[in-house]
């Protein structure tokens, strides 16, 4: 077996780094300032996503709700909801129409984790466009973490982290991992986290 580093995993890793290094700050500064005034205003986060998205937004609702104590949901969570409601009405209206149920209002906000952030006239994730759109007809707040150019989301939200393309190959990979550091950052921000985590605590 040949334990030389391979090309590939090195700059993989470099990729991961100039990323990192090159991540608007302000931007996730926005996302906090927008986070404690939610909490502040007893507002609740509806995080959206599909694909691996779909899986972290399940994780944040977690860590949104648990470490920083605010009101969180991912409709993809709800499986017989989310399942009868593209069979039924269609995959482009599933987000707004659970939005619609749960009186989506201004003291709310959606965070977007998306790949591409949507893109209504290639007809990519229109469920996001639809939620989006919804969204600012009822004046809620938008974050999102999104790659590529930021799409839809990167256009329309009033904070949004645009993960930096580092090679064709790789956009998906990084703008998903990247979702999960920011959003740990943001629970973990010491104007945000409420309650001790886990291994913070073991002595």
């Not at 949104?64 to 269609?90: H, M, Q």
């Not at 599933?94 to 939005?99: D, G, K, M, S």
């Not at 943001?186 to 291994?199: A, G, N, Y």
Request: glycine share 8%; no cysteine; hydrophobic share 45%.
């Amino acid at each position: 077996m040949n334990h030389e580093t391979s090309p590939y995993i090195a700059k993989y890793f470099e990729e991961m780094v100039k990323i990192a290094h090159a991540i608007d700050q302000e931007q996730v500064r926005k996302m906090v300032d927008i986070l404690l005034d939610l909490r502040e205003r007893g507002g609740r986060l509806f995080v959206l996503g599909v694909g691996g998205g779909a899986g972290n937004a399940s994780h944040a609702v977690n860590d949104f709700r648990k470490i920083a104590g605010i009101e969180a949901y991912a409709p993809t969570d709800n499986v017989s909801e989310l399942t009868a409601r593209v069979n039924d009405e269609g995959w482009e209206s599933v987000f707004e129409r659970w939005l619609n149920v749960s009186k989506l209002a201004a003291d709310d906000a959606l965070f977007i984790m998306s790949v591409g952030g949507g893109d209504r006239e290639r007809n990519i994730s229109s469920n996001i466009v639809n939620a989006i759109q919804l969204a600012k007809a009822r004046k809620a707040r938008i974050i999102g973490i999104v790659g590529r150019d930021g799409g839809f989301t990167g256009k329309n939200a009033d904070a949004a982290v645009i993960v930096p393309t580092m090679s064709p190959e790789t956009v998906t990979p990084h703008t998903e991992a990247f979702q999960a550091v920011i959003w740990h950052l943001l629970v973990s921000h010491p104007e945000i986290q409420r309650f001790e985590m886990k291994w913070e605590s073991v002595k």
